[in-house]
């Protein structure tokens, strides 16, 4: 095969990839946004209370009121809509370009030589298909989980875009800041070419892990009882990992399994309530979210910049107050 076949080839893979992943974010749009508008939202509840002669009273707290909306829309196009999809086509057709060859790069020439290459796939193509699809959820659940604990822990300043939803919607998921993306699409590498496996069975998983990674994130008003709210992740449990709230920083970083919560610590789910706000909390005023894309692209190094001048201040504030205790104790 000659250079410009070859590269013709790669040209027409990557306008099937791109063509593939548009059209399948057209079908989880139809879907999603579809049971959005079906789904009774807080005026249709007021409506029927007041039809019902029930007193119009407003609770402090939002509604526990399974199978209804979360926010109000009007339409399918809700606030953030466009700048959520910008994001996905901005990280599709420029960041997968740099991504893709980061990847190619590890795959073909460093992991080889570091750690062995999908060391259970042998044994786990053995298993009935139904067995290889519930490997594959997990090995694909996992392959988000270890990225997004980093994302939190260490790469939280390009992180802080996913979590700067003020409502939580079925492409929330896909609002991630380029060098997060890289973090999310590098980590996940590094954990299905150790442990994942080739075969019809990981592409199906891959496929529901994709819908139900949506499905987490829509505008819907759903949990889950125990025992099964420890065994599967419900919107309303991810809700809780995107709250404005202390308790729920750092939790519930999990996409489909609780259990991986539940092994590192990061489990919190409380049944009887539902997150009062969405977002995270700025270092200062100074560093408040900016509603533009292009000022979002910079914005992780200004909240850098003010996190660390603000434990600058609160570490002075701390030692003048350690000096005027020992003063007081002398």
Not at 169 to 195: A, C, E, Q
Request: with cysteine; charged share 25%.
């Amino acid at each position: 095969m000659g250079v410009m076949e070859k590269i013709i080839d790669s040209i027409t893979m990557y306008v099937d990839v791109y063509f593939f992943k548009i059209a399948g974010l057209f079908f989880f749009f139809l879907i999603f946004s579809s049971m959005a508008l079906l789904l009774p939202g807080k005026k249709d509840r007021e409506r029927s209370k007041k039809n019902k002669g029930a007193e119009d009273k407003e609770e402090d707290k939002p509604s526990l009121s399974y199978f209804t909306r979360v926010h109000d829309i009007n339409g399918v196009f809700y606030k953030d809509f466009k700048l959520e999809l910008g994001y996905y086509l901005f990280n599709l057709f420029l960041t997968s370009l740099l991504v893709g060859g980061i990847v190619y790069v590890l795959t073909s020439y460093i992991l080889p030589e570091i750690i062995p290459h999908q060391y259970f796939a042998g044994t786990v193509q053995n298993f009935p298909f139904w067995l290889q699809i519930f490997c594959g959820l997990i090995i694909a659940d996992l392959s988000l989980f270890v990225p997004h604990w980093f994302a939190h822990h260490v790469f939280w300043r390009f992180h802080t875009i996913h979590h700067s939803a003020k409502e939580i919607h079925w492409l929330t998921g896909l609002r991630l800041h380029p060098v997060d993306t890289m973090v999310f699409t590098i980590g996940g590498v590094l954990v299905s070419y150790t442990i994942g496996f080739e075969g019809e069975a990981i592409v199906l998983a891959t496929f529901v892990m994709t819908m139900y990674n949506f499905f987490v994130h829509a505008n819907i008003n759903l949990g889950y009882p125990k025992p099964l709210c420890y065994i599967l992740v419900s919107p309303n449990y991810h809700r809780w990992h995107h709250a404005r709230d202390k308790r729920a920083i750092d939790k519930n970083i999990a996409t489909m399994f609780p259990v991986f919560d539940l092994i590192m610590g990061s489990y919190f789910y409380p049944h009887d309530e539902m997150p009062k706000e969405y977002g995270f909390f700025e270092p200062d005023k100074k560093a408040k979210i900016p509603e533009k894309f292009e000022q979002q692209l910079i914005y992780p190094w200004i909240y850098a910049r003010a996190r660390k001048e603000n434990d600058k201040k609160k570490k002075l504030k701390k030692k003048e107050k350690g000096q005027e205790d020992g003063k007081n104790v002398r």
